[in-house]
């Protein structure tokens, strides 16, 4: 089956993965400094994974509509993310006390994992 929405399916699945991936490989070199400060990349990195997927479910959940509609999802995609993610960061600094420097890391290491994703093309992607 080949689509743009299934299409669409699959890059944010495949940039999931790879956000994931490098949360936590940035909360395994945190662990030398201390677990708290693992828990902390990782949470970090996993509230923009997650935000990532919530607004990939939004925006491609509905499947083929017309621009207006496809547009609005989009919109609202973009919005959870960012409510997720607020919402984690939140959470992971004022709730759970975690340190900042390496939740701030986490989040960019699941946003340069995000960036790897859309340059790294794998055989039978068209690029």
């Known amino acids: 089956m080949l689509n743009s929405v299934y299409t669409g399916r699959q890059l944010a699945q495949r940039a999931t993965a790879w956000q994931a991936a490098a ?14 400060s693992a828990l902390g990349a990782w949470l970090g990195g996993m509230g923009l994974t997650a935000g990532s997927w919530a607004a990939a479910k939004v925006a491609l959940g509905g499947g083929v509509a017309p621009a207006g509609t496809a547009f609005a999802r989009l919109l609202m995609g973009m919005a959870a993310k960012w409510v997720v993610v607020l919402l984690v960061l939140v959470a992971a600094l004022a709730g759970f006390r975690l340190p900042g420097l390496p939740v701030i890391t986490g989040v960019l290491g699941a946003a340069l994992g995000l960036v790897l994703a859309n340059v790294v093309r794998r055989k039978g992607v068209a690029s």
């Open 23 to 36: 949360s936590v490989l940035v909360a395994l070199a945190w662990l030398a400094a201390s677990p708290a």
